[in-house]
């Protein structure tokens, strides 16, 4: 049987390289994707954003479910578990930062979760070959409503990210 502290450096690491891939995918749709977009045809636009969002989706999905079961994972480990879901997380400074952390990855799943809602749904979604040009226009209105949200949560996930990532460090001293 491993000892609680291999298991601890385990998921510690995998946590850490979760980050990295999540903040990464983050810092690049917001800070380099979103603004090349905006400067090609709206056409081309679309495809390539079909194209890389479906990997970025996939990607940070992954990352948003493993920072969540290593994190909860390591404050069980540490016995910290408890401490987490009581008045403790605000007296004890070091348990603060992991607060800001879980509530970071907690804005993170819910915005990850309608994002992934809006883009399979909506972003994505096909026209029956029987539809006419009504049906066409009430798809791009939809298409740019959603997009126009999707770009707000985009600058809104980057602070979440920040915050997180601020939190880890602050958590590490």
Known sequence: ???PY???RILRLIHIYSAIVLVG???FNTVVLMPALRRIPPAHSAVVSQKIGGGLMTLGGWAIVLLGVTGFSRLWVLGQLRHVFSWEVIRLPHLRWD???MVS???LLVT???SAIWYKTILTRKLPYSAGLRDLEERRAAQQK???WQDRLAYFNLSLALLAALGGILASF
Do not use: K
Request: glycine share 10%; no cysteine; charged share 0%.
């Open 146 to 148: 959603v997009a126009a």
């Open 1 to 3: 049987m491993m000892h």
């Open 6 to 8: 291999t298991w601890y």
């Open 105 to 107: 990855w907690f804005g």
């Open 112 to 114: 990850g979760a309608l």
């Open 25 to 27: 995918a983050i810092i």
């Open 99 to 101: 607060l800001l952390m």
